[in-house]
Each structure stands twice: as C-alpha cells, then as structure tokens.
C-alpha cells in the first residue's frame, strides 16, 4: 500500500515538473530552445486603445509658439506633418500630432564643456520643469498623457592626448521624462521628453514627443506567455540571423503603447508587448535584443 502511495507521489511530482520545464522552455519549430526567465504578474486583461487627435496650427500660432517660449523668430514653413521655425543654427519644429521640439544645433553640437560650467543636478530638472510649465500654459502638454522625471544623461566628449592625458568634456546635460497613459509606458521613436540644458542653465533643445489622445474602447490583450509564442513567429531582430540562433534567453516582458515618429499620423496608439533577453549563437557568442510584438488577441 504505501509503495503504490510513493509511486503516485513520484509521478504526480514527475508531471509537475515536466509542465514547469514545459512553462519556461519552449523549443518551436527552428530548434533554438527560449527560455522565460521573468514575466510581469500585473497585466490586466483589457486595456483601451488610444485615438489619437491631430492639433490644427496655423501658421502664425506656430510662429508665435516658436518666438515666446523658444526665441526663435521666423515665418512658419510647412514640413510633413507640421511646421518648422529657422533662425540662424537654431530650428523649431510643430507637428500635428502634438510633438514639439528645438535646437540650437551650433550649441548642442559644439560646446565642450566642463561640469564646472553646467547645472547641479537639481537645478537641471528645476529649469526641464519649468519650460514643461511654459509649454503647458500654449496647450502644448497633452491633458491625457502622464510624464514624470525618469533621469539625466549627458553627451560626452573625451580628449586623447599625445602625452597619454585624457580629458573629458560634456555638451549637454539632457534631463528626461518618462511618458505613460494609465500607468502603461508610450515606447518607440515617438516617445521620448528630453530637455537640453548647456553652459549657464540655457535650454539649448528640446524634444517633446507629445500625443494628444483619448480611449477609443478597451480591447483583450494576450497574457505575457502568449507573447513570447507570438515572437518565436515574429523573430528575434536584425542582431543575429534566425538559423544561428540556439537559445534565447528573454529577460523582460513590458505591456506598452507603441507610439512612432512625430511626422507619422497615425489614428491609434495600440498596446505592444517589449520583449528584451540575450540570444545565444551556435557559436557560443551572445547578443542583447529587444523585440516589439503585438498586444491585441486577435
């Protein structure tokens, strides 16, 4: 009695093991084996998908936003998508789409700068904020999108000397935010709020890939599991070809809105999966990659 008591324990543990190594290692059809090392527990079942809603500028209101919070002066000059202020080496432009950004490219290309010569820390996301306030008071900071301070960062610029000296400069420092709609990140080339800030506390650029959008109803997305099924059809990127691949290992599974160039027009903002890992070659060698996949369960 109890040995056939020991071999149904033995056996139910058997299969539990076999559906947690079923769970978190899965070999599709091209042979590499993919690994799950963590997936996010919060994941709703629903989320909306955002409109999103043009602005409408005319030519005088881009010229005037350009000159009071930039000082950039100029007659307005139709791009794709929107308007472009030039004054000298600085450039102002306003896309449709609720994007706003400005250069100084002499300053932001050419200073070689010195800590001394450049902000406390403190200071840098008081002068970032402020400007926000300044776009915000033109309607320029969309109402349905949240932005909070997420770091600073620098451009760098070292100096080799013959006598085997170094030096290091800095350009700027560039005080980011972070954007999100209902607690979801925006991801993609359209979702970065960057302030530029050179010798003195000058805001010497700007890049606000704003979006003004509303939800448009609330669509079923696929659990995190689901995601990386649907990456082994999509691959893995440019990073290393599919045939070389032997294992991929995936690190993290981030639900986020996806939001492209501010030239680009879309009329939704809809939910993506990131999912970032390591692959490793047939040759043992090792790549980072991080791959989009689609959200919305069809």
Not at 83 to 88: D, P, R, Y
Not at 182 to 187: A, D, F, R, S
Not at 254 to 283: H, I, N, R, S
Request: charged share 25%; aromatic share 8%.
């Amino acid at each position: 009695m109890k040995a056939k008591t020991i071999s149904k324990v033995v056996i139910a543990l058997s299969l539990a093991l076999l559906l947690a190594l079923l769970a978190n290692s899965l070999r599709p059809a091209s042979g590499e084996v993919v690994v799950i090392e963590a997936t996010p527990s919060n994941i709703p079942s629903k989320v909306a998908v955002l409109e999103v809603i043009l602005a409408e500028l005319t030519k005088e209101q881009a010229s005037d936003i350009a000159l009071s919070i930039f000082g950039v002066r100029g007659e307005a000059q139709k791009i794709r998508g929107g308007w472009m202020i030039v004054e000298g080496s600085k450039e102002v432009r306003l896309y449709r789409t609720g994007g706003v950004e400005f250069f100084d490219n002499y300053k932001m290309s050419k200073g070689c700068l010195t800590p001394q010569k450049l902000p406390a820390t403190d200071e840098c996301v008081r002068i970032a904020k402020e400007l926000l306030k300044k776009l915000e008071a033109h309607g320029l900071v969309p109402k349905g999108l949240e932005m909070t301070f997420a770091e600073l960062a620098n451009d760098t610029i070292v100096f080799a000397f013959k006598n085997g000296t170094r030096k290091t400069f800095l350009n700027n420092i560039h005080v980011n935010f972070a954007l999100s709609y209902n607690g979801i990140p925006i991801w993609g080339p359209g979702a970065k709020a960057r302030v530029y800030i050179g010798e003195g506390g000058e805001v010497v650029g700007f890049i606000g890939r704003f979006w003004e959008v509303r939800s448009a109803g609330e669509v079923s997305i696929l659990r995190p599991e689901e995601a990386v099924q649907k990456l082994k059809e999509l691959g893995y990127g440019r990073s290393v070809p599919r045939e070389m691949v032997s294992k991929v290992i995936v690190k993290s599974i981030e639900l986020v809105y996806y939001a492209p160039p501010p030239d680009v027009e879309p009329t939704q903002l809809v939910p993506f999966y990131v999912v970032k890992g390591v692959l490793v070659g047939k040759d043992g060698r090792i790549f980072d990659f991080a791959q989009a996949v689609p959200a919305i369960r069809s």
